[in-house]
């Protein structure tokens, strides 16, 4: 989950690519190995890849499409639709979740989200009530 929101600013954002980058060096990418999804977000929220993208199941190409990632920047911190669209298009049977394999979900935002009433911790709790679900 990558925040696109203007307060990160393109600076902030072209270190945070470089970073997932890095992140995904220390994983195997491949078809029985690890699957990676990416969901942007300011005032919407959007599927750059899934966990079914066959093509990313190699480290290279993984990381290319992630220095691919569009450098834009809108208003708003909408990680309540994030969070909508990852259970929806990668937390899902066609965005390539795999119920036997465990789940992490990782949140690159730099502040509060907008038009979310409750801290983030409940929210996703609330929303994620599924016992595998574990919030930090």
Avoid: C, W
Wanted: charged residues 30%; hydrophobic residues 35%; aromatic residues 10%.
């Amino acid at each position: 989950m990558l925040d696109k929101s203007r307060s990160v600013n393109i600076r902030n954002l072209k270190k945070i690519i470089a970073s997932l980058a890095e992140l995904v060096d220390r994983f195997e990418p491949g078809p029985d190995k690890d699957h990676f999804g990416l969901v942007t977000f300011n005032r919407r929220a959007y599927t750059e890849f899934t966990f079914s993208d066959e093509t990313l199941y190699r480290k290279e190409t993984l990381k290319k499409k992630i220095s691919e990632i569009p450098l834009t920047l809108a208003l708003q911190t909408r990680t309540d639709l994030a969070m909508k669209e990852a259970r929806d298009n990668l937390f899902s049977p066609s965005g390539g979740d795999r119920p036997e394999k465990p789940n992490i979900m990782i949140f690159l935002t730099d502040g509060r989200p907008t038009n979310q009433p409750r801290d983030f911790a409940t929210f996703a709790a609330e929303f994620y009530k599924d016992s595998k679900v574990l919030i930090a």
